[in-house]
């Protein structure tokens, strides 16, 4: 129903930055809160960022708070994160996520998932 799919992911730099898109297709997008999630190896799924219907509404995790900014575009049906300052840290495959209604941190409460986009930080 629907469909997500996540681009932009790389190998970066520490301290480099990257843009990760996530396109929609299938729904009526703007009645979706979007989030981000990522998992690195042998780890467990964290969340990241996430941000309401209207993109008024931003939440993110503390470890990324400063560094990371969740956007929306709803003409294109597509979210957003901008990962400035990148840390090795930060990698892992991450993932958009989309639910009805409200934000939420927990990835059981979103409804539909993407494949994941790799990002690597190297030292």
């Known amino acids: 129903q629907v469909q997500l799919v996540e681009s932009g992911g790389g190998v970066v730099q520490t301290g480099g930055s990257l843009r990760l898109s996530c396109a929609a297709s299938?729904?009526?997008?703007?009645?979706?809160?979007m989030g981000w999630f990522r998992q690195a190896p042998g780890k467990e799924r964290e969340f990241v960022a996430a941000?309401?219907?209207?993109?008024?509404?931003?939440y993110y995790t503390d470890s990324v708070k400063g560094r990371f900014t969740i956007s929306r575009d709803n003409a294109k049906n597509t979210v957003y994160l901008q990962m400035n300052s990148l840390k090795p840290e930060d990698t892992a495959i991450y993932y958009c996520?989309?639910?009805?209604?409200?934000?939420?941190?927990?990835?059981?409460?979103?409804?539909?998932w993407g494949q994941g986009t790799q990002v690597t930080v190297s030292s």
């Open positions: 941000i309401s219907r209207t993109g008024g509404d931003t």
């Open positions: 996520a989309s639910r009805l209604w409200a934000i939420v941190v927990v990835a059981e409460e979103y409804a539909y």
């Open positions: 299938g729904g009526t997008f703007n009645s979706y809160a």
